[in-house]
Structure formats: structure tokens, C-alpha cells
């Protein structure tokens, strides 16, 4: 598909840290490597490695996308901050993609497609019909997904992808190629909140 954009895709909002390059359908080159810590360290050279492994230069990238949550408040952060100043140095475009969005359309994006995402006193859930958010995003408790999706598209059988489940980079990167990046911004949702240890002395 010599008319697709050529995508980077960066994914560290679960457990995860995952990069792909990828025009279209075809992949070109992807890594992907299963953390909870350290995507910070990891991130760049598994870039570059990607990268050299394609045969592509930085310069030749025509858009740069990253999950934006939900997830772990420090693999969002890291995913973004790179994402954003790597397509602020090449002057292109930088695309957030709710993780939820990434999950729900991994399979394709034809008919109604839902995915949820939980953790310790959290839990989100979205759905999407044909590509498009019939539910966006959104915080609910773990007992009311399928209650919301079901008040959304009656008894019309619905494809479920997690809780549990890790984002798929390649989807990532298929999506980001089609979308307008003015609607899709790269800024954060965050699931779990930053840990936090307080002095002893704190109040």
C-alpha cells in the first residue's frame, strides 16, 4: 500500500513496552516486550531497533502514534512524552489513541466491538460500532459493563475484547493511520494513580 502513511506505533499503557512500524496492512517491523517497569529505558532503543531493522530513517516517518490510556500512570506518561517530542523534532504528526479504542477494533473495526480495561479499584469500558464510539471511553464499575453496552445495542451480539488483555500495536497503528489527528490528540487517561509514599510525618 505505497499510499498509506508510514506509521510508528508506540503502546507502554499496560504491561507492556511494544513499538511497530507499519504502512497500512503491512507491518514492517515490530518489537514488543512484556514489562511493568523500565519502558522509560527500553523505549528509545526499541525504536531505533525497529527502525534499522526496516531500513527506515527517522525523516521518512509520516506520522507517529501512541495508546494514551487507560493504563498505568507511568507507561502513559513515558509513551507519551516520546511519542510527542519525537513528532515534534520531525515535524508530523503525533496521534492519541484511547488503549480502550486500540483494544476494542484489534480484530477489525466491522460491527459492534467493546473492551474493558480493570484494575484495583478501577475500571473502564467503551464500544464501537463499524469503527465509530457508540460508548467512548469511560470509567464505570466492573459490575456495569456489559449492563451499559447491552442499554446501547439491545440483545445484537457484541465481540468483547478484555479485561486482561494487552493492546495490540499493530491495530494501533492501522487506526492511526486512517484517523484525522486533529480528533485524536495525544492526552493522557489514566487508570491507576502514581504511587505515592508519603512522609512519615505527612498529615
Not at 14 to 39: K, N, P, W, Y
Not at 49 to 56: N, P
Not at 73 to 85: D, E, I
Amino acid at each position: 500500500m505505497s499510499g498509506a502513511p508510514l506509521v510508528l506505533a508506540i503502546d507502554t499503557s499496560l504491561d507492556s513496552c511494544s513499538v511497530a512500524l507499519a504502512r497500512g496492512d503491512e507491518v514492517l517491523a515490530s518489537a514488543t516486550e512484556t514489562m511493568q517497569r523500565g519502558q522509560a529505558e527500553r523505549l528509545a532503543p526499541m525504536v531505533k531497533d525497529v527502525l534499522a531493522t526496516a531500513g527506515v530513517r527517522f525523516s521518512e516517518l509520516d506520522r507517529v502514534t501512541v495508546t494514551t490510556g487507560p493504563g498505568s500512570f507511568t507507561g502513559v506518561r513515558v509513551g507519551l512524552s516520546f511519542a510527542r517530542a519525537l513528532a515534534m523534532a520531525l515535524n508530523k504528526p503525533c496521534i492519541g489513541v484511547s488503549t480502550l479504542e486500540v483494544l476494542a477494533l484489534r480484530a477489525g473495526e466491522r460491527g459492534l466491538r467493546a473492551a474493558a480495561i480493570a484494575a484495583p479499584g478501577a475500571s473502564y469500558v467503551a464500544l464501537y460500532e463499524d469503527g465509530a464510539a457508540l460508548i467512548a471511553p469511560r470509567a464505570c464499575l466492573a459490575d456495569e459493563r456489559e449492563a451499559l453496552v447491552a442499554a446501547q445495542v439491545g440483545a445484537r451480539a457484541v465481540a468483547w475484547t478484555g479485561p486482561g488483555v494487552g493492546a495490540d500495536i499493530v491495530a494501533l497503528a492501522r487506526r492511526a493511520a486512517g484517523v484525522d489527528p486533529a480528533l485524536y490528540p495525544p492526552n493522557p487517561t489514566y487508570l491507576r494513580a502514581p504511587h505515592v509514599t508519603l512522609p512519615a510525618d505527612a498529615a
